[in-house]
């Protein structure tokens, strides 16, 4: 049988999609490639048509177990035979499916990158007949890619390691020019056949939502799309159980899915969710990998991903079937604190000292594109496309930027404002500095660095802090002004040949407020979540200014207070806890103006109580004591508590 007609045997389809013919055809010329197609694109028949043809075994390397299972499954029901093998098998079961796979009961064999190194596995494959080596989710190759697992660099040894070598095939629905040329490279593919067949799902409707009342939008979307079936991505653990129960709490079918459940609960969640007992999942990043479930109608972020490439996966789960969804994301400025902080408690024990650094910096970056997309004001889809190296032409006219209603205005003196203070900072000083100089906000740190004396302090003291940020993403969109990569990034001037033109505009659009959106910033917490109601803590006044602000440290302040926040991170990671459950940022802030001695003094610093005391207490006193005897007679503060 040629392609098509094995196409139509197994699988029942008449045709091909858009990219998947090519890619079937160069496999069967014996070619390496690496395609990068959208999810729902159709990945997976591009690698199987060949393997039923090819006179071999291929052995597809994937990284997740339920990923393999339902391929498997999936397989099995075509009247293929397959099978995998990972750690979900007994050392039994594994031979057992090895010794039928020399036999020639399997086409194909789908394996966890780990299991390439082993005795047995190898000595299989170096005795049978591989015909090719496919690797799904290839972007797990590439220190750059969102996904990245250290055994995939292990899969070039195992190729070349087979007798003959087979051909290689490489596949993943999101890959940047850099985890493009990573795939290239580290699989070292021969002359292969690259296959890009673009990035836009046009079905799927982007939108981006800066409301206050999360809880209230998200409830009242799920009661008007009913039995509809969504999926709804959060941060953290503890988001996730408490958006989970307000949903129950209303009424919802819902359930929740995150590591910290044990493996048979995430496992019957999840077939919860894929055989519709429930219509929506809460879930943090650990879901989705591999879950094949085509009716998804929408996906709400109910805080901002860390990366595009997170945001590109995870809302592209939603119409796979083709039909319209909807991609929502509810973006508040926490969600960038929260994301730092899980940056910065992220696990580098896997990786070489010598690129600890870079991926810091990239991680970083990626955040503020991240963050950038949920700012803007231009077209979401075209965003996202030219951040994948995708050429833009107009506005697609089917996302919520481009049918938003705008007001416009012109900042061009404004703008000339924001060059003159990056002139006066030499380039030194990031956003933080930048924005609080122009503001004119009285800040220790400010006076500590002498920004308080530029020409440029104060200048637009009339401006909100949001307003200066959206400028300042409009000049670097401009090519104005550029931050640089490091993780520390500072903002630098750009190309303003220009700007220099009186005929020179600078134009910012604001998003008109719609009814909705005014509705979701005013309207109460609904009843049924308990702990989030807006309320001052017992005991606290909301008129005192706040304890513990950042704003009065110096330089030795934030060194200190950088020392503290890895006390706490060392500590978070004994316990397997958070870091802010330690202590907040606000508690460090106030040691660091404090500088405790004893346990009254400990007691006396805002968010530290008996217990956290008698936990903790002790070795925050020894590491400001520390610090205090490295620094003599420095100031950590210039203000007085």
């Not at 481009?402 to 990056?422: F, G, K, S």
Request: hydrophobic share 35%; aromatic share 10%.
């Amino acid at each position: 049988m040629d392609a098509k007609s094995t196409l139509k045997h197994y699988f029942g389809y008449d045709s091909f999609r858009g990219g998947q013919e090519e890619v079937v055809n160069a496999i069967l010329e014996g070619r390496d490639v690496l395609a990068i197609m959208p999810t729902g694109a159709g990945k997976s028949i591009c690698y199987q048509i060949p393997a039923l043809m090819l006179d071999g075994i291929t052995i597809v390397v994937s990284p997740l177990i339920s990923l393999m299972q339902d391929q498997v499954k999936a397989l099995n029901k075509a009247g293929v035979h397959a099978a995998y093998i990972n750690s979900s098998l007994t050392e039994s079961q594994i031979s057992k499916a090895l010794f039928l796979a020399s036999q020639g009961t399997y086409k194909i064999i789908y394996v966890a990158p780990e299991r390439l190194g082993g005795y047995e596995f190898n000595a299989f494959a170096r005795s049978a007949h591989i015909s090719m080596v496919t690797i799904d989710e290839a972007h797990c190759i590439s220190q750059w890619g969102q996904d990245f697992r250290p055994a995939y660099l292990k899969i070039l040894d195992f190729v070349n390691g087979l007798p003959k070598r087979p051909v290689v095939s490489a596949f993943t629905a999101t890959a940047t020019k850099e985890v493009k040329d990573d795939i290239l490279c580290i699989l070292n593919l021969n002359a292969p056949k690259v296959v890009i067949t673009g990035f836009d799902r046009q079905n799927l409707y982007y939108r981006v939502e800066q409301v206050r009342k999360k809880d209230a939008f998200i409830v009242d979307y799920i009661k008007e799309h009913p039995d509809q079936s969504g999926i709804i991505y959060c941060a953290t653990r503890k988001n996730t159980d408490a958006v989970c129960e307000l949903l129950k709490s209303e009424g919802i079918r819902a359930s929740e899915y995150h590591a910290g459940l044990g493996t048979e609960q995430r496992k019957n969640n999840q077939d919860d969710f894929i055989y519709d007992r429930v219509d929506v999942i809460v879930a943090t990043n650990a879901f989705g990998m591999g879950i094949d479930k085509p009716d998804v109608r929408f996906v709400i972020h109910y805080n901002m991903p860390q990366s595009m490439e997170n945001y590109y996966q995870e809302a592209g789960r939603a119409g796979r079937d083709g039909e319209p969804a909807e991609c929502i994301l509810l973006f508040s400025p926490q969600d960038v604190v929260i994301n730092r902080m899980l940056l910065d408690s992220k696990d580098f024990s896997d990786t070489d000292i010598e690129d600890i650094e870079l991926i810091k910096q990239r991680d970083m970056y990626r955040l503020r594109v991240m963050e950038n997309y949920c700012r803007t004001t231009e077209c979401l889809r075209n965003y996202i496309l030219r951040y994948f190296g995708e050429n833009t032409g107009e506005s697609c006219n089917n996302c919520g930027n481009c049918n938003q209603a705008y007001t416009e205005y012109d900042m061009t003196d404004e703008a000339r404002w924001v060059i003159n203070c990056i002139a006066e900072t030499h380039g030194r000083y990031g956003l933080t500095i930048v924005i609080g100089t122009l503001m004119g906000v009285d800040r220790a740190r400010l006076r500590e660095l002498g920004t308080t004396v530029y020409r440029s302090y104060g200048a637009l003291k009339d401006m909100s802090e949001a307003d200066i940020r959206l400028l300042i993403s409009r000049m670097i969109q401009l090519g104005y002004i550029y931050q640089t990569q490091e993780q520390y990034s500072v903002l630098r001037i750009g190309n303003i040949e220009s700007l220099r033109s009186e005929a020179a505009r600078v134009v910012i659009r604001k998003h008109k407020k719609t009814p909705e959106q005014l509705y979701y910033d005013t309207r109460g917490e609904r009843r049924g979540r308990t702990g989030r109601t807006g309320r001052c803590e017992a005991g606290k006044s909301s008129g005192s200014k706040a304890r513990g602000s950042k704003d009065s440290l110096t330089a030795a302040g934030y060194e200190l207070f950088e020392k503290l926040r890895q006390l706490r991170l060392e500590i978070a990671r004994e316990e397997s806890v958070p870091p802010y459950i330690v202590f907040s940022d606000k508690t460090l802030a106030d040691m660091c103006i404090r500088l405790p001695k004893d346990r009254d003094a400990m007691l006396d610093v805002s968010g530290v109580g008996a217990g956290k005391y008698e936990r903790y207490g002790q070795r925050f006193m020894d590491a400001i004591e520390a610090f205090v005897n490295e620094h003599p007679g420095a100031v950590t503060t210039l203000n007085a508590f």
